[in-house]
């Protein structure tokens, strides 16, 4: 019913029964086997509650100013044009009022 309640660490991933009143979903009872059945309580976040802790400098986001990949592929671009032959144009060599090329 989109409620949250307390039930412990040590049970993060486990499927577990749990009994309750209809008429009371506030408290609830659960079982797992091989423990004790416990009493839980709806998950209650006050004002005071602490602040979460700030990611390490190595963990968050950094600014960059070039890109290797960018980099290597302007390289790459520059040796193909040096590489490439110029293309030949034959716009020059037809003249007006002849009709070989």
Not at 2 to 27: A, M, R
Not at 54 to 81: V, W
């Amino acid at each position: 019913m989109g409620t949250l309640y307390e039930v412990g660490l040590q049970f993060i991933g486990c499927t577990v029964d749990v009994v309750y009143d209809p008429s009371n979903i506030s408290d609830l009872t659960i079982e797992y086997e091989g423990h004790a059945p416990w009493k839980v309580h709806e998950l209650v976040i006050g004002e005071h509650v602490g602040k979460r802790p700030t990611m390490p400098t190595h963990l968050q986001p950094q600014a960059t100013d070039s890109s290797r990949l960018l980099g290597a592929a302007e390289q790459q671009n520059r040796q193909r044009r040096e590489i490439q032959a110029p293309a030949l144009s034959f716009r020059a060599v037809h003249k007006e009022g002849s009709n070989d090329v």
